[in-house]
């Protein structure tokens, strides 16, 4: 019932969460898309692959490493916290940023 309730209850954590969440299945979307178009889409895929894209995402890296080292510890850590889910976020963006950057640095 909780579930149900959630957009009403917490409006704007519920807007921006679907926000978030749109953003991913877009991007993942457009990954998945680029084989199989020919136009305007791999130019951006050849963007990301190059090999001066190594320095992009080992700035992202430290950006995120930073953001997130300074934004997390001003939560509570305890087992109820709601900020859990910020902490998945910065797991899965993590994650995507150094599989980025050792594609870039492999790719080489």
Known sequence: M????LPILHPQEFWIATAIAAVFVF???MAARSPERRSKAIRW????????????FGVLLVAWAAGFGILIPMFPNQANSAY??????ALFSGFFLLM???WSVIGE
């Not at 909780?2 to 309730?5: A, I, N, S």
């Not at 859990?84 to 976020?89: E, K, N, V």
């Open 100 to 102: 980025g950057f050792l």
């Open 2 to 5: 909780d579930l149900f309730l």
């Open 45 to 56: 895929v050849r963007s990301i692959t190059s090999p001066n894209t190594k320095i992009l």
């Open 84 to 89: 859990g889910a910020l902490a998945l976020i």
């Open 27 to 29: 991007v993942i979307l």
